[in-house]
């Protein structure tokens, strides 16, 4: 599981995170919402290494992570499908998806089922599956969303961040997203989720965070938050 | 006719050796966005020592040594020059830096092996053979074979190897490669070991049909910089083609008009291409996203 106590974190000068706290218990889905701006990216690039916090610290089942580089801490067991998908466009969606398993091809995981996992991602994703060839690059907006997710479960991941993996996809597809997630949930993967669609990611999650302006202003379990007046009317659409 | 032949031929030979040091410029550029403007002193530097070790064994035991040789000494090129530039997100402190090494690299031949040229002996006859008419020597088929064979280890271990994979996985997206597990440090590192390699093994495939010496590399690192611009720098075909149409322009000119102008119609083709295609003739222009 992921322990973040009071993490401080800033581009330059500009501090963005002001001391965050939460944790993500194993087997759980945890969200973290708030508006653009509000610092939820650079909670999570901040908990997968690729800024150095501030201060504060990280731990992943137990084990001190605050100022690994991210290589480091991928290996330690946490995956991170990052925002904007960040595939690897000249390379084949296979290659991606193995890539995913690098710490478990080479060295610092165990290597486990590569091969059989990489057959369950492309059961989880068919979509995948028929384009398992094709240069990542040319694929559609929800495909290399689909590539990105499957990419980081290759790792085997304790902890698997999610950072709006909905982002600029067409209706269809945030449901297939989705679709997706509950069935990770369903597999007993630990997730940490930051979604702009903030009602379906409660629904999906067992607890939620709400980060304001890089402070955490309300936390609880997912049901309550969907619940609270203030988070209804700020980021759930006060009309419905 | 046979007289035109005859210098294509020649300019074959020449213009593979600019590709593999111009392949070797894209290796860096690939994984770090950075260059090693030393290139040609890693090609000098490996037929030199090269040409010490033949005095101790024959040729071709030689060429493992001096690879070896030659990633070292990129290793030393990236952690004194490069690292710390990319550390401190210098945007052009590496120029700086892989220049001052490379004029240092220089010094220090000379100090060694002195300032004249010396000669490399052949590994292979050095008499020439006759097909059709056209001489080649031995010696410009090796090279030409060389420089093929080495391009095409270091492609074929990106494509079919997984830490091939992670190199091109870095040159894609260096923080998602992080991501993956990949130290993108180590890989950068790598990659200089592995351009300064192929230039050391450009340098004693070529030295045998040159002069060997501590001056060699600076006209031979700045053409081959030449070529990796006019083939564009992310483009394995470009370095190929690029090294061809240099080598054998430099010899037709200097036969047909004058040797002192050979450099002449390389160097206009490479303002032609800067002028109408920056990204070089293969080159694929990359938006930087901001």
């Known amino acids: 599981m992921l322990e973040i106590q009071n993490l401080h974190a800033a581009y330059g000068k500009v501090e963005?995170?002001?001391?965050?706290?939460?944790?993500?218990?194993?087997?759980?889905?945890?969200?973290l919402i708030g508006s653009n701006g509000a610092g939820k990216t650079t909670t999570m690039r901040a908990i997968s290494g690729m800024i150095k916090p501030a201060?504060?610290?990280?731990?992943?089942?137990?084990?001190?992570?605050?100022?690994?580089?991210?290589?480091?801490?991928?290996?330690?067991g946490l995956a991170h499908s990052p925002e904007g998908r960040r595939v690897f466009a000249t390379l084949s969606v296979t290659d991606n998806l193995l890539l995913g398993a690098f710490p478990r091809l080479t060295f610092g995981r165990p290597r486990g089922d590569v091969e059989g996992d990489l057959k369950r991602i492309f059961d989880l994703f068919p979509r995948l599956k028929e384009r398992e060839n094709q240069l990542a690059g040319t694929l559609s907006g929800g495909e290399q969303q689909m590539l990105a997710m499957g990419r980081a479960l290759m790792l085997n991941p304790d902890v698997l961040l999610l950072d709006e993996p909905s982002m600029g996809l067409a209706p269809l597809l945030v449901e297939e997203v989705f679709r997706i997630i509950r069935e990770l949930k369903s597999r007993g993967i630990t997730m940490l989720l930051v979604e702009q669609f903030a009602a379906a990611a409660l629904n999906?999650?067992?607890?939620?965070?709400?980060?304001?302006?890089?402070?955490?202003?309300?936390?609880?379990?997912?049901?309550?938050?969907?619940?609270?007046p203030a988070v209804r009317e700020a980021y759930l659409g006060a009309a419905h | 006719m046979e007289i035109l032949a005859q210098l294509i031929v020649s300019g074959i030979a020449l213009g593979m050796i600019y590709a593999v040091i111009a392949f070797g410029y894209q290796l860096t550029f690939a994984t770090s966005s950075t260059l090693n403007f030393g290139q040609g002193e890693a090609l000098m530097l490996g037929a030199l020592v090269g040409l010490s070790l033949v005095g101790y064994m024959n040729y071709w035991l030689m060429i493992p040594l001096v690879l070896i040789f030659g990633a070292m000494q990129g290793v030393f090129v990236e952690r004194v020059a490069v690292l710390p530039a990319l550390k401190t997100k210098s945007e052009f402190g590496w120029i700086m830096t892989t220049i001052s090494l490379a004029i240092i690299f220089k010094n220090v031949a000379e100090n060694i092996w002195g300032r004249d040229d010396l000669t490399f002996p052949s590994p292979l006859p050095t008499s020439p053979l006759q097909f059709f008419g056209i001489r080649v020597l031995p010696?410009?088929?090796?090279?030409?074979f060389g420089a093929l064979a080495i391009m095409l280890a270091v492609e074929i271990f990106n494509r079919k190897s997984i830490y091939g994979k992670a190199v091109v996985a870095t040159s894609n997206d260096r923080d998602a490669a992080g991501l993956m597990g990949i130290n993108t440090g180590m890989v950068i590192t790598f990659s200089y070991?592995?351009?300064?390699?192929?230039?050391?093994?450009?340098?004693v495939l070529v030295a045998p049909l040159t002069l060997t010496g501590a001056t060699m590399g600076v006209?031979?690192?700045l053409k081959a910089f030449a070529v990796a611009i006019i083939g564009g720098l992310n483009s394995g075909m470009g370095v190929i083609v690029g090294g061809l149409l240099l080598g054998i322009a430099e010899t037709t000119t200097g036969y047909y008009i004058s040797t002192g102008y050979k450099d002449v119609p390389g160097l206009?083709?490479?303002?032609?291409?800067?002028?109408?295609?920056?990204?070089?003739?293969?080159?694929?222009?990359?938006?930087?996203?901001v």
């Open chain 1, 16 to 31: 963005v995170l002001h001391g965050i706290s939460l944790e993500v218990p194993k087997g759980k889905v945890v969200t």
């Open chain 1, 55 to 76: 201060s504060g610290r990280l731990s992943l089942n137990g084990i001190d992570i605050t100022g690994m580089s991210s290589n480091k801490i991928a290996r330690s």
């Open chain 1, 204 to 228: 999906v999650a067992d607890y939620g965070y709400v980060l304001e302006n890089g402070h955490i202003s309300v936390h609880g379990p997912a049901e309550q938050l969907k619940n609270d």
């Open chain 2, 139 to 144: 010696m410009e088929i090796l090279v030409v």
């Open chain 2, 193 to 203: 070991a592995l351009s300064s390699m192929t230039a050391a093994f450009a340098g």
């Open chain 2, 219 to 221: 006209v031979l690192g």
């Open chain 2, 268 to 289: 206009f083709l490479l303002l032609l291409v800067l002028a109408i295609k920056p990204a070089g003739m293969f080159g694929k222009s990359v938006i930087k996203k």
